[in-house]
Nanobody
Framework: QVQLVESGGGSVQAGGSLRLSCVASGRTASRHVIGWFRQAPGKEREFVAAIRWSGGSGHADSVKGRFTISKDNAKNTVHLQMNSLKPEDTAVYYC?????????????????WGQGVQVTVSS
């Protein structure tokens, strides 16, 4: 079992920044890859970025150069730094945990999910 708790959502104007955090806990948390997804109203859940506790990360093309995923192993926390935000980044952002053997760029590759945080970017 892995428990995930997100924080850091909010409202910002276009061009602004936000940092999301995800604290992972549970006996097997360290064996999982942590990913960030987002879901806008009426749209499918979309991969944003993922990172391994041992190192290595990836970002969706839509956020490369603007978003950065990072980790703090000592605090079991994964961050998503979001810069140069655009209105189209508005969505509920979810933290998720999946096994390294899964396909980690799709939602069904992840077993555990956080409750989600709202990010709203106004123009």
């Amino acid at each position: 079992q892995v428990q995930l708790v997100e924080s850091g959502g909010g409202s910002v104007q276009a061009g602004g920044s936000l940092r999301l955090s995800c604290v992972a806990s549970g006996r097997t948390a360290s064996r999982h890859v942590i990913g960030w997804f987002r879901q806008a109203p009426g749209k499918e859940r979309e991969f944003v970025a993922a990172i391994r506790w041992s190192g290595g990360s990836g970002h969706a093309d839509s956020v490369k150069g603007r978003f950065t995923i990072s980790k703090d192993n000592a605090k079991n926390t994964v961050h998503l730094q979001m810069n140069s935000l655009k209105p189209e980044d508005t969505a509920v952002y979810y933290c998720a945990a999946g096994l390294p053997s899964s396909i980690l760029t799709i939602a069904r590759g992840y077993t555990y999910w956080g409750q989600g945080v709202q990010v709203t970017v106004s123009s």
